[in-house]
């Protein structure tokens, strides 16, 4: 299962979360939501390196980002 659920509509682009993961496994992609917005990414090998520590989530301004804890 994901650890990481970016919401799309959701996110700005903003970056915060990016800066905040200590482990670097978000980044801002090329691809826009339906506001325009450049969304942020994590890739499979993220998630697999997620320590699901919710830095990310805590950070957001727009809570975008779900941190699923559990290992199933
Ligand atoms: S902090 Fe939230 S709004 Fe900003 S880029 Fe990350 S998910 Fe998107
Ligand atoms: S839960 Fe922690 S390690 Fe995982 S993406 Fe968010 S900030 Fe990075």
Known sequence: MK???IDEE???GCGL???ACPKKLLKIG???NKQG???VEIDEAGQ???ISCAL???ICPDVA???NKSDD
Do not use: D, N, S, T
Request: net charge positive; proline share 4%.
């Open 48 to 50: 697999e390196k997620c």
């Open 56 to 58: 990310c989530a805590r």
């Open 30 to 32: 090329r691809k826009l």
């Open 65 to 67: 980002i779900k941190v």
């Open 37 to 39: 917005y450049p969304l």
């Open 10 to 12: 959701f996110c700005k």
């Open 17 to 19: 979360c990016a800066e």
């Open 3 to 5: 650890k990481i659920l």
